[in-house]
């Protein structure tokens, strides 16, 4: 005789866990709103009430179009770059003699602290940006990319050498296929790192995007539409952590992917 089937609790339902945890930092917020009474710190009304204003001030929708467009363009660098890096130092002993090094020195290192240094050499427009975005989105990239390619076994490898397969040929067919879960996962990392180095980038090369918005509204002491702004951020953050992952599971169904986070030695 079977046992009677468990029933589900609202906590194993993902969709009930996240809204019920939406409701309690709201209104954790609204108690600390209230308690501190700061005009600086405006309730979670006041910031919602703020968001049909912004999404309909064509300024406010460019400056957010503006850095979404530059948040990808980095990402894309940075995939173009790190994926091949980390592959071929997970292959190949001299080239991780070579780039361990320096992925050592860059890793510990916040890289929105290179926007200044940037800024001298490429001046405040986006090309700076770009560029300390895909900084910021290749490390994670390249480490998962790593450990993809460290982690295939030998004897896929030796077995297609024995069939004639050369370097290129191996690289497609039995190295990326190998390594994409975990170069997938890296890749979902990155997605919010380039959300982040986008913002405190722009904060810092003040002209226009997102960060330069945040910085405006908080000098003209427009508290509410600095929290609208945030909560926007937050929201665009979360949709594109849930569609990669749904990608990723999808491209990945047919391997348990693995989010070890060892290091590079």
Not at 29 to 44: A, I, K, Y
Not at 144 to 170: D, F, N
Request: hydrophobic share 55%; with cysteine; aromatic share 12%.
């Amino acid at each position: 005789m079977s046992s009677a089937a468990k029933p589900m609790r609202w906590y194993h339902s993902p969709a009930l866990a996240f809204l019920a945890a939406v409701l309690l930092v709201g209104v954790l917020w609204g108690v600390l709103s209230s308690v501190m009474n700061f005009s600086s710190f405006p309730g979670p009304i006041t910031a919602l009430k703020e968001l049909p204003t912004i999404v309909l001030d064509p300024n406010a929708v460019w400056a957010i179009a503006q850095s979404v467009g530059r948040m990808f363009a980095g990402y894309a660098w940075a995939l173009l770059f790190a994926i091949p890096l980390g592959l071929a130092m997970g292959r190949s002993q001299a080239m991780y003699d070579i780039f361990y090094p320096l992925v050592s020195l860059a890793y510990p290192m916040p890289k929105a602290a290179l926007m200044p240094i940037l800024m001298l050499w490429f001046g405040l427009g986006s090309f700076s940006k770009i560029l300390v975005i895909a900084m910021g989105v290749s490390l994670p990239v390249l480490f998962h990319s790593y450990q993809g390619a460290c982690r295939i076994e030998k004897k896929l490898v030796w077995t297609a050498q024995a069939m004639g397969m050369g370097p290129v040929k191996r690289l497609f067919r039995i190295v990326l296929p190998a390594a994409l879960p975990e170069i997938l996962i890296g890749c979902r990392v990155g997605v919010v790192m380039a959300l982040i180095v986008m913002v405190s980038s722009e904060m810092i090369a003040r002209q226009e995007g997102v960060g330069n918005l945040l910085f405006t509204s908080m000098d003209m002491a427009q508290y509410a539409t600095v929290y609208a702004v945030i909560l926007i951020l937050a929201v665009m953050g979360f949709v594109l952590d849930w569609l990669f992952e749904r990608v990723r599971r999808y491209l990945t169904h047919w391997a348990e992917s693995s989010g070890g986070g060892s290091s590079l030695h």
